[in-house]
Every structure is written in C-alpha cells, then in structure tokens.
C-alpha cells in the first residue's frame, strides 16, 4: 500500500487528505487524525472521510453463537452485491476501498438502546451500529458500523511518505499510543 498526500484549505485550517491505495487498485480518503512522535519516529492516525462497516455472519447451526467477521476476499466478492443492494434501499452507497469496506449516504439516526455488541473472535467487544441484514444462500450476514473512530495506523517514512503499520508493530506501540491519544484528548478539553 502507498499513499499520497494532498493538502486543501478547509476554512481557517489546513487539512492533510491522505489516499491510501491497495494492490487492487482501490483507494480510501482519509485524513490525519492523530501525529505524535515516538521512538525518534512520527506516527500518524488516519481517519476514513466515508464510513467503515464491517459484514459478519454466524455458523450455519446456530445464530446464537458469536458473530464471525467476513474477512474472506472471495466470500466478500460473493456477497457484494447482494450488500450493496441492501444499503441502497436506506439510501446507502457500499463501496469496496482499500483497507476496509465503507459507506456514504445519510445515515439513519442512532437509538443508544439498539446498540450491538458483536464479540469479534471471542476476544474483546466493540460496539456497532447495525445497517442491514441479509441472506445469501441461506446465509444471515449483517452489515455492521463501528460507533468507536476506525483510525488506521501508518509511520511517516524518511522521505516523507506514509507506510501502514503490520499488526504486530501496532502492537508494540499500541499502550504508547493510546496514553499519548488520552493524553491529547486531555489537554484538548482544557
């Protein structure tokens, strides 16, 4: 993945609009959420500008058990358009972009009480937005968005261009990150 970046006046402030571009060609907008320094290296937070969603199914037996993330190219191919027709009746465009799958549109609004907890490989909960349901060869799938912000980590490079972090290095400096981000958040409110 690569990105480029692409500065544009927004009011008073300068806004930094990065793309990120898969090895298929697809391409998300994001912006710079979060920088910070660590390690005598820059770290950036990138923010989707469309919203992320996520597609989950169940194991055929039982819809009680815990959700399952679709994460499978091929499954995500099969189901596409089946997805894509499903949102476009609630006025929802899915697109499929680099990283994860987004939507743009009017949102419906959020009723707190209907939140969903989805336990994504039984390791910790987050919770979702549910969008639609839908079955593909009598399979459930349901179209979910994150309500926590889907920031995406990236390192600025010596000669200035963004590379996504792996799994692994965002875990070595994940604790890092989350107290310098509760920190920035801290002094924001004061």
Same mark, same amino acid.
């Given at each position: 993945m690569?990105?480029?970046?692409?500065?544009?006046?927004?009011?008073?402030?300068?806004?930094?609009?990065?793309t990120?571009?898969?090895e298929a060609e697809r391409s998300l907008h994001c912006t710079i959420e979060y920088s910070l320094e660590l390690n005598e290296k820059e770290y950036v937070m990138l923010l989707p500008l469309d919203l992320p969603v996520e597609i989950f199914t169940w194991g055929s037996e039982d819809l009680e058990q815990a959700s399952i993330p679709v994460d499978d190219e091929s499954e995500i191919d099969q189901i596409f358009d089946t997805a894509k027709v499903v949102l476009e009746e609630q006025n929802l465009i899915l697109q499929r972009t680099a990283i994860t799958l987004t939507v743009t549109g009017e949102l419906p609004e959020w009723d707190e009480d209907e939140l969903d907890e989805v336990?994504?490989?039984d390791e910790a909960s987050e919770y979702y937005e549910e969008l639609a349901t839908f079955l593909y060869q009598?399979?459930?799938?349901?179209i979910y968005t994150? /309500?926590?912000?889907? *920031?995406i980590p990236?390192?600025?490079?010596?000669?200035?261009?963004?590379?996504?972090?792996?799994?692994?290095?965002?875990?070595q400096i994940q604790p890092m990150v989350?107290?310098? /981000?509760?920190?920035? *958040?801290?002094d924001d409110m004061e």
């Open positions: 690569f990105s480029s970046p692409e500065s544009q006046e927004n009011g008073q402030s300068q806004e930094t609009y990065i990120l571009t898969d336990d994504e490989n009598d399979q459930k799938y349901a994150p /309500l926590d912000p889907f *920031l990236a390192r600025k490079r010596d000669n200035g261009k963004l590379e996504l972090l792996s799994e692994e290095e965002f875990k989350q107290a310098m /981000l509760e920190d920035q *958040l801290f």
